[in-house]
């Protein structure tokens, strides 16, 4: 499962614009907006960007394109079975958020001033990692339900969707409904979560139980198309 | 021996639909180790289907399968199968090294990265990514993904379909050079002809022929041998073994033969002063029509 998860990431590594998208986005808008008397809270907002974004692309943007060119069918003849294929994407989907991560909190610390006691560095960064495990997931499910281009602009799609309505670009209240459903969304509930760290305070249970919630549906799903995915044809 | 030695590849009374197509319909067959067998037929006829099958990728309705003894996926799961698919693309993103090496610690790491590229003439191309082969390259790579686990059995569908002749020639080549057991469905007939040990006819699901090539080449059509006598008796001719039938024109002489070795061996033995010999056609082409067009759908 280790060389497959290494595989997996070299091959991640070498897609330029994969690295522009998930380094540079969060980093650029994070040295646009994040100074002053924002700086912390928009580095965990473009630490969640950059975590869902990660997670999502990283494991699901090439399922798609793997399971159409019939890698996953050559895969799949292997010695490697579903379980591992599985554990080593969404192993993947986790570790690929760390370039991203790791950029926003160079920018924050380096452009802008952020400073925390190690402690909560610790764990933010855990928080973050964990958190992206849904976005994974729903990255996997897609890749592995449409096809081709259509997953690659479904993912870009959800992602952007779910980082508006979790706050992360554009700030304050949303209109009607959406603000109570907000707190529904794995990104607004992750963000929130980290605020609570940045706070020195332990994250509220209402929202990590909406993160696992996502994350136990999402793997559900994502093992049930898997399933029907070896069979078919 | 055979007691102890299961057979590389059995099916029994396999039956296998996909919607309303009936894909497979109770084939039985068996391949011994050893053997480089090829699984021939038109589009449809049912060849993926019983490769994948073999593979442990789609199940079957009825009947039993098994691979080296065991179920096939078990065989797939221990790395005991190399596989080729027809349809197995290579990721564009990693490089034909990383690929091979990723094979190579699939299967355990039982050979060398460096080992499997030589032996399948990658060594220089092993920086190269995968979008940046050639058809024939590419199905190098593949070849190479499958022979990583040093296999006792090897699936290749449609193997050659992207390589010019010549690469066909090389492949098939390295391929018998591995002395591996090896089935590989093709639609290419002289490919099933001049490499396999035996063809397996698939039509619409069903075996329709089973045995040598030339075996399968003898069942219909047979074999056309032309010369040059002295003086032709077409009598005498139509008498000698295998022959079918008789056409004289002057002093050049067509047989149709089921035999040409037999009715090659009389025409000098017993005949004599035959000059200008030529045996040909009946290839595998003209000899599965009859055989292939009977349900044709």
Known sequence: MFSFVRF??????????????????????????????????????????????GGLIGSGGGVAEDRMRGWLRQLKVTPLGNAQWLAGKIVQGVLMIVPGVAGVTVAAVTA??????????AALIALVLVG????????????????????????????????????????????????????????????QAGFSVLGGQVPGAGGLAVLAGWTVVAAIAVLVRWRRESHAR | MENTTPAAVSFQGVSKRYGRVQALDEITFGIARGECVALLGPNGAGKSTAVDLMLGLSRADRGRIAVLGTAPEKAVAAGRVGAMLQSGGLPAD?????????AVQLYGGRRRTAEVLELTGLTELARRKGDALSGGQAQRVRF???????????????PTVAMDPLARREFWAAVRATGITTVFATHYLDEADAFADRVIVLANGSVVA??????????????????VLATPDPTVLLALPGVRDVSVHGRDVTLRTDDADATVAALYGSIGGVRELQVSGADLEEALIPLTSGKAA
């Not at chain 1, 998930?22 to 809270?41: E, F, I, K, N, Q």
Request: proline letters at 5%; aromatic letters at 8%.
């Open chain 1, 8 to 53: 997996e990431i070299a091959r991640a590594l070498r897609n330029v614009k994969y690295l522009l998208f998930l380094v540079m986005t969060p980093v650029g808008l994070y040295l646009a907006y994040g100074r002053g008397a924002d700086a912390s809270p928009a580095m965990v907002a473009m630490a969640v960007y950059a975590a869902a974004g």
């Open chain 1, 112 to 121: 802008g001033g952020v400073h925390l006691p190690a402690g909560r560095w």
């Open chain 1, 132 to 191: 992206s495990l849904p976005f994974a997931l729903l990255g996997l499910l897609l890749g592995l339900t449409l096809k081709g281009k259509t997953a690659q602009a479904g993912i870009v799609v959800l992602f952007f969707g779910l980082a508006a309505v979790g706050g992360l670009i554009g700030s304050g209240t949303l209109p009607g409904m959406l603000e109570s459903l907000r707190h529904y969304i794995p990104t607004y509930t992750l963000a």
């Open chain 2, 94 to 102: 990693a490089t034909v090294g990383d690929i091979v090496s990723l």
């Open chain 2, 144 to 158: 190479a993904v499958a022979m990583a686990g040093e296999p006792e059995l090897l699936f290749l569908d449609e």
């Open chain 2, 210 to 227: 089973d045995g040598s090539p030339s075996t399968i080449k003898s069942m219909t059509g047979g074999r056309t041998v032309r010369c």
